[in-house]
């Protein structure tokens, strides 16, 4: 029997907060494939937003955008405040620190064991830390994703729901405000999917984090939306709770919910 | 008729430029790697497991290569000289030929084939399995921790590796000598080192840290910027070997040339 998530114990996430990340007008082209036709959202502070939208709409560039791995042809990206499209590499760099992203395919080192691969992101930002005292963040933070005892294991050994648990435990070492999820439940079973919702939920409670959320997993979109927005042809088409998104009057957005 | 010759003229064009597009392209590569190698933090450990795997790992099969390399050329040239008589040359020759020439080129070779091609299927897989892009948004430099030590390790590696080739090739030729004839290690070494100047060995030894530099940079250059999808990553570590193979040819020409003209 697999524990049902409901959304009733969530705290409601004011609009008032003040925005941590806010995209105003975003193009982005490849050639002549026009992705981003203006895309303009904006995420609060401690606030789940999920994006959805057809294969291709250009979520995942989105949030590429935001943490600079993709240069942006026209648009403001402001977060905490600082416009990135504006800064130098070092000036970027601190801003990224604040940021956790968690890649569709977790994207762990393959060289290194699940150990190395969390030590090898905190040891260059947390110089002052002794080994002792990187071995217990390490070990922390494999608690909180409940895989304490993957540590010594090489990402080759691990499941697709171990990986992107650690893919997490990886963000989570660096202590992020932000959270960008590139599809974080894709290519996994039903109960390992909301196994990954109910983390991400519990990362939104504990840790007090801000987050866009891709998905295409609707059961994932409803247990850990504050608010969805949905790209459509390089823009946002419409932004609403899952629940008023569920019954739109559009047919086109209603067919996500089905 | 005439359309065939535009049709010609204009995919002549496009190569052209391609291959400009790309020269352009790695100039900034190693433009890039320059300007990070002196900038701090420097990737010791890195730079130590990557002159591990470049070097240490290569061993086996530089001594196989080398040996071969100085027995066979024995072996071939003995006829030649005997005709003259001149068989007392065998060493000398053997000696001058394995370190002014064939050891360089064909280490460099084989190591563009085992090196250069890991480095680009390496990078590649890296690149679209997205941990580059990892690398990037934990603001680590991937630039300076996967491109910069392994450059590094190959152009000081590759020098090792020709001058370890180069003894074991003299070994090999010492093997080849005594298949027909009877010579003592002692008086073979004598001679080899009487035939051997500065002269031989500077240049030769020089023109082995280009090779490095480049079997690295090409390597790195193929796979960083490999295309999404698996096949790229085959197609990295293809081109990686097929352009690091072309680039040793025409340096040595050039080193060639160049040692001509000042030695």
């Known amino acids: 029997m697999t524990q049902e998530i409901t959304t009733t114990d969530r705290t409601p996430i004011s609009k008032t907060n003040a925005p941590v990340i806010e995209i105003k007008d975003l193009y982005k082209s490849f050639g002549k494939n026009e992705v981003l036709?203006?895309?303009?959202?904006?995420?609060?502070?401690?606030?789940?937003?999920?994006?959805?939208?057809?294969?291709?709409?250009?979520?995942?560039?989105?949030?590429?955008?935001?943490?600079?791995?993709?240069?942006?042809?026209?648009?403001?990206?402001?977060?905490?405040?600082?416009?990135?499209?504006?800064?130098?590499?070092?000036?970027?760099?601190?801003?990224?620190?604040?940021?956790?992203?968690?890649?569709?395919?977790?994207?762990?080192?393959?060289?290194?064991?699940?150990?190395?691969n969390l030590g090898f992101t905190l040891k260059r930002h947390a110089k002052d830390l002794t080994a002792e005292e990187l071995e217990?963040?390490?070990?922390?933070?494999l608690e909180s994703v409940g895989l304490s005892?993957?540590?010594d294991k090489m990402p080759s050994e691990l499941s697709g729901g171990m990986r992107k648990r650690i893919g997490l435990a990886r963000t989570l070492i660096l202590k992020p405000e932000i959270i960008l999820y590139d599809e974080p439940t894709t290519g996994l079973d039903t109960i390992t999917s909301r196994e990954i919702s109910e983390l991400i939920l519990e990362i939104q409670k504990k840790n007090k984090t801000s987050s866009i959320i891709i998905t295409h997993d609707m059961p994932c979109a409803k247990h850990t939306s504050d608010r969805i927005v949905i790209l459509k042809e390089g823009v946002i088409h419409v932004e609403g709770t899952y629940e008023e998104l569920e019954k739109s009057d559009d047919e086109w957005v209603r067919s996500f919910f089905i | 008729m005439n359309n065939t010759i535009t049709e010609k003229?204009?995919?002549?064009?496009?190569?052209?430029?391609?291959?400009?597009?790309?020269?352009?392209?790695?100039?900034?590569?190693?433009?890039?790697?320059?300007?990070?190698?002196?900038?701090?933090?420097?990737?010791?450990?890195?730079?130590?497991?990557?002159?591990?795997?470049?070097?240490?790992?290569?061993?086996?099969?530089?001594?196989?290569?080398?040996?071969?390399?100085?027995?066979?050329?024995?072996?071939?040239?003995?006829p030649t000289l005997a005709k003259f008589g001149a068989e007392s040359w065998l060493p000398s020759m053997v000696a001058l030929?394995?370190?002014?020439?064939?050891?360089?080129?064909?280490?460099?070779?084989?190591?563009a084939g085992k090196v250069s091609s890991g480095i680009g299927a390496e990078l590649g897989s890296m690149k679209v399995t997205e941990q580059i892009d990892a690398m990037e948004v934990s603001a680590?430099?991937?630039?300076?921790?996967?491109?910069?030590?392994?450059?590094?390790?190959?152009?000081?590696?590759?020098?090792?590796?020709?001058?370890?080739?180069?003894?074991?090739?003299?070994?090999?030729?010492?093997v080849g000598i005594n298949i027909h004839g009877d010579v003592s290690l002692y008086r073979y070494l004598a001679q080899v080192l009487e035939s051997i100047t500065f002269l031989d060995i500077f240049p030769a030894t020089m023109k082995t840290f280009f090779f490095g530099f480049f079997i690295g940079m090409i390597g790195c250059y193929k796979g960083f910027n490999a295309a999404n999808g698996t096949e790229s990553v085959g197609k990295a570590a293809n081109s990686a070997v097929v352009t690091a193979s072309l680039t040793i040819f025409i340096i040595d020409m050039l080193a060639v040339q160049i040692t001509d003209l000042f030695f």
């Open chain 2, 97 to 111: 030929s394995l370190i002014r020439e064939i050891a360089p080129v064909i280490t460099a070779l084989i190591c």
């Open chain 2, 140 to 174: 680590i430099n991937p630039f300076k921790y996967l491109v910069v030590t392994r450059i590094l390790a190959t152009t000081l590696m590759i020098p090792l590796l020709v001058i370890y080739a180069d003894g074991i090739g003299v070994i090999g030729g010492y």
């Open chain 1, 149 to 151: 005892e993957a540590i």
């Open chain 1, 136 to 141: 217990s963040q390490i070990i922390d933070v």
């Open chain 1, 37 to 116: 036709k203006g895309v303009t959202l904006t995420v609060n502070k401690g606030e789940n937003l999920v994006v959805l939208g057809k294969s291709g709409s250009g979520k995942s560039i989105t949030i590429k955008c935001l943490v600079g791995l993709v240069e942006v042809d026209k648009g403001e990206i402001n977060v905490f405040g600082t416009d990135i499209t504006k800064l130098d590499n070092t000036e970027l760099n601190e801003i990224r620190i604040r940021i956790g992203f968690l890649f569709q395919n977790a994207a762990l080192y393959d060289s290194m064991s699940v150990r190395e």
């Open chain 2, 9 to 78: 003229k204009e995919s002549i064009t496009i190569y052209l430029k391609d291959t400009f597009n790309d020269v352009g392209k790695v100039t900034l590569f190693a433009g890039r790697f320059f300007k990070e190698v002196v900038k701090p933090p420097y990737e010791m450990k890195e730079f130590i497991k990557q002159c591990y795997v470049i070097g240490y790992k290569s061993l086996p099969l530089v001594t196989i290569t080398g040996f071969i390399m100085g027995l066979v050329l024995t072996l071939q040239s003995r």
